[in-house]
């Protein structure tokens, strides 16, 4: 058997600053979910994605489409890297324990990063459909609806 390779763990990653507070929160676990949590003003999780609501149409289309490319990436790599682990155990292929686990905790991340972009894409669609909803979501927040956003 072979031995593990070193794998940089999230905090020991090169060139990857600690987001301040990020290991207290339970809302801000993937770079994805950190990078929501601060466009919705850093105050926890808000109900369908309230930070977006402001957004004009446009924007809102061209966000649930590009979420839902980026959902549909998630899961593709997520299915690849499935499908390399399949044969390379159909195969004898020697795994180390700490590899087959950084595996898992990486497919594990790949698939909550896709349910998460599916999510975002799915209530930026729903504003679309309904301005009004968009509308209340954005004055609650303190927004003036589209006017909010250049």
Do not use: K
């Amino acid at each position: 058997m072979r031995e593990a390779l070193p794998h940089p763990r999230p905090h020991d990653t090169p060139g990857a600053a600690p987001v301040p507070g990020a290991a207290a929160s339970p809302f801000a676990q993937t770079a994805l979910q950190r990078l929501v949590h601060l466009l919705q003003g850093g105050e926890g999780p808000a109900l369908a994605d309230a930070g977006i609501a402001r957004l004009p149409p446009a924007r809102l289309e061209a966000l649930s489409r590009h979420a839902l490319e980026e959902s549909d990436t998630c899961l593709e790599r997520a299915e690849l890297m499935l499908r390399l682990v399949e044969a390379g155990l159909e195969h004898d292929v020697a795994v180390v324990a700490d590899d087959m686990l950084c595996i898992a905790r990486h497919i594990a991340r790949l698939l909550r990063d896709h349910r998460r972009w599916r999510e975002l894409a799915g209530n930026a669609a729903y504003y679309l459909d309904h301005p009004e909803a968009a509308t209340r979501m954005a004055a609650a927040r303190g927004g003036t609806g589209e006017a909010a956003v250049p």
